[in-house]
């Protein structure tokens, strides 16, 4: 094997991908009171999270109606069904102003009886009236059907009565199926829209992750998604409606009085004026709530994972501040959002009243002059509080509408996340013999910071390369490469002699197995721990690889064996259990390459031997990268690169390092022979 190399300072990044089949641990947890990403040393979190956007309203609600696409033979149903049925609740009031027309017509009849004869024709009584000089109830008069003498018909009234019914009756059933099939139309569509988010995540680059807090991430994915699933459950069949409402009663009170009409016509302009002004001092708080949601999870889900942590150093009085500060932020611009969206209803209400008396004034003075009959006049009384009604609606809708696109743009935003790069079709050779190659590779996690500028090295199959130097050296970036977990920006590297980025990453990391120094275990038993990087290996399989790695002795003492199920946190296993696990998940994946990071640093000492000697037998035909602190780990390595401030200075064997006297040797020497000098540290 050689190397050469020539890179500037940096940290090691050390982190997996949900799609990496033989990966042994996913993902440490998160200190408390940090805002770091999942990643060894310094990494790129210096670049920070991407800032919130304002809500782009229209576009954003286009987009979130475009999603209702594939649905759209259901929703040509529901419109269609929806126009009948508001069509039959529009003609019910003039169906009703037909009955009061007819009981206001009996009751003329029986009343006029006492001073007309029975049977007088109707158009003498009213010729009489106005030469008599009652002008005004004269025309009154002669607008409706009344037969002296007569009272009410019944039998009429009855059947006005019944079509009424029926109509109300036929449109609340067409309603109800209306509001069945969009229902189906919203859940499916969010459906997709959860299915969409989860297949981008697997596509995200890991600088992404670096980028994102988990809490504001899971925040976006899940009570974003379901602020949106609520808002157009709530809001699309009241909007359908209430549009189609207003369309409807604007014809019908065109039919009855247009001058009536005009004068409710002024509510729509006010309405929009007063919608608008107070939805564009919502929009903005409506952002910034769903921001400080997701920063409120973020400190929460943080600071509670690392909970142990925060009781050892007496934090829980700066936690319990952060979080005081967070929700107090919540509950300022939640507060905001819902108080200045909630006076559109009173507003809106106030408004259609004044309509209301208008049009109660001028009908009055129009059935009195015999301009209109009084059963129009009551439909039209129906019909301004129908038009009304729906504006309001409308207008109440702005705050569900602010809330609802604010956590659609947020969940857009990670949609129109640039993914990681396209993956290439090519394909390795079989078998993989594991020849790696660094061909003048160069890297860096910022452009503003250069990390590796020129790095060329082979590890030939078989041998085992051991990466060792302080914290930060930048030795975990090298596997990261490797994997894939971040695109070089310029060289290549080979396996086999193929470039791995012309190959599928799926296919590259098949042929890789990794263990952390910070494990992870899934919820789950240990037999499904055991077999997550190879979910179809026998169970003879599972306890070869679990007595190999020294699973099978304590597993055996647990009530339930393998049967064991192990919480999210692993809390019911010990700290160098969960290791030993996740080191037997490798030993049962059987990869080509082994990628070890201080894989044995939370067991004891004479379990550490035992694995180290399980480890090398799974190491043979195989090339292993060891990324190690404890270096008496690795003093059987083919090769030892020792790495500082981000370059390689030195190279060779254990017995070679030590005999150069060089970096390895004092590394070696402030393990096992002094405490580092003061002077020396400096």
């Not at 259990?577 to 390459?593: C, G, N, S, V, Y």
């Not at 090398?616 to 790495?643: C, G, K, Q, Y």
């Amino acid at each position: 094997m050689s190397t050469t190399t020539s890179t500037n300072p940096t940290a090691d990044a050390t982190q997996t991908s949900p799609d990496t089949p033989k990966v042994a641990n996913e993902r440490p947890q998160y200190g408390p009171g940090s805002r770091r990403g999942p990643m060894g040393g310094h990494g790129p979190m210096g670049m920070g999270r991407p800032g919130e956007k304002a809500v782009n309203f229209l576009p954003s609600l286009k987009r979130l109606l475009h999603r209702l696409t594939p649905e759209r033979p259901l929703i040509a149903a529901v419109i269609l069904m929806a126009t009948i049925g508001v069509a039959f609740s529009v003609i019910g009031p003039k169906v009703l102003g037909r009955a009061t027309d007819i009981l206001f017509s009996g009751f003329i009849g029986r009343m006029l009886a006492n001073t007309v004869p029975a049977g007088t024709p109707m158009a003498q009584v009213v010729a009489g009236l106005r030469a008599q000089g009652q002008t005004t109830l004269a025309e009154m008069l002669s607008k409706l059907s009344v037969t002296i003498g007569q009272g009410i018909d019944f039998h009429r009234l009855a059947i006005v009565l019944g079509w009424a019914l029926g109509l109300y009756v036929a449109s609340s059933l067409l309603m109800f199926l209306q509001g069945y099939l969009l229902a189906g139309v919203v859940q499916r569509s969010m459906y997709r829209l959860r299915q969409d988010i989860s297949d981008k995540i697997s596509r995200l680059p890991l600088s992404y992750f670096d980028k994102q807090p988990r809490g504001e991430l899971l925040s976006r994915v899940t009570n974003d998604i379901d602020n949106i699933s609520q808002t157009l459950q709530q809001t699309l069949s009241q909007l359908l409606n209430s549009l189609l409402t207003l369309v409807g009663v604007l014809i019908m009170m065109f039919w009855v009085s247009w001058q009536l009409a005009l004068i409710s016509l002024l509510i729509v302009p006010i309405s929009g004026v007063i919608a608008m002004l107070i939805g564009k001092q919502s929009q903005k708080r409506f952002a910034q709530m769903w921001k400080s949601t997701g920063d409120l999870n973020a400190q929460v889900e943080e600071a509670y994972t690392g909970h142990a942590l925060v009781k050892v150093f007496g934090r829980h009085r700066e936690v319990e501040s952060v979080f005081a500060l967070d929700n107090d932020k919540l509950f300022r611009s939640s507060f905001g959002a819902q108080f200045i969206s909630g006076l559109i209803m009173p507003v809106m209400f106030f408004v259609g009243n004044l309509n209301y008396v208008a049009i109660a004034v001028l009908g009055g003075l129009k059935v009195a002059s015999g301009q209109m009959q009084i059963g129009d006049v009551q439909a039209f009384i129906q019909y301004s509080r129908m038009f009304t009604q729906p504006i309001t609606q409308v207008a109440s809708m702005a705050n569900l509408l602010q809330s609802g696109v604010a956590s659609a743009e947020r969940v857009f935003e990670v949609l129109d996340a640039t993914e990681q790069v396209r993956e290439e079709q090519g394909a390795l050779p079989t078998p993989v013999r594991g020849r790696v190659e660094f061909d003048h590779v160069r890297f860096s996690y910022t452009p503003d910071q250069h990390l590796i500028q020129d790095l060329s090295l082979v590890a030939e199959p078989g041998e085992t390369v051991a990466i060792v130097g302080p914290t930060g050296a930048g030795k975990t970036t090298l596997v990261n490469l490797l994997m894939r977990f971040y695109e070089i920006d310029g060289g290549r590297i080979t396996l086999d002699g193929v470039d791995i980025a012309s190959v599928p990453r799926n296919t590259l990391r098949a042929q890789l197995g990794m263990v952390l120094q910070d494990t992870w275990l899934f919820n789950g038993t240990i037999r499904e721990n055991l077999a997550y990087g190879r979910p179809d290996a026998t169970e003879e399989e599972i306890h070869a690889a679990a007595t190999a790695a020294y699973v099978d002795r304590f597993v055996h003492s647990l009530p339930d064996g393998y049967d064991t199920v192990i919480d999210e946190e692993g809390s019911n296993v010990s700290a160098g259990e969960k290791q030993l696990i996740t080191i037997a998940r490798a030993f049962l994946a059987d990869p080509t390459l082994l990628i070890l990071d201080e894989a044995t640093s939370s067991v004891d000492t004479r379990t550490e031997l035992l694995v180290q000697r399980a480890m090398a037998n799974l190491r043979t035909n195989r090339t292993s990268f060891v990324i190690a602190h404890r270096l008496s780990t690795i003093r059987d390595a083919d090769l030892i690169l020792v790495m500082e401030h981000g370059d390689i200075v030195e190279q060779g064997t254990h017995h070679e390092l030590l005999e150069a006297r060089g970096p390895y040797y004092d590394l070696y020497q402030s393990q096992f022979n002094a405490p580092i000098d003061e002077e020396d540290a400096a």
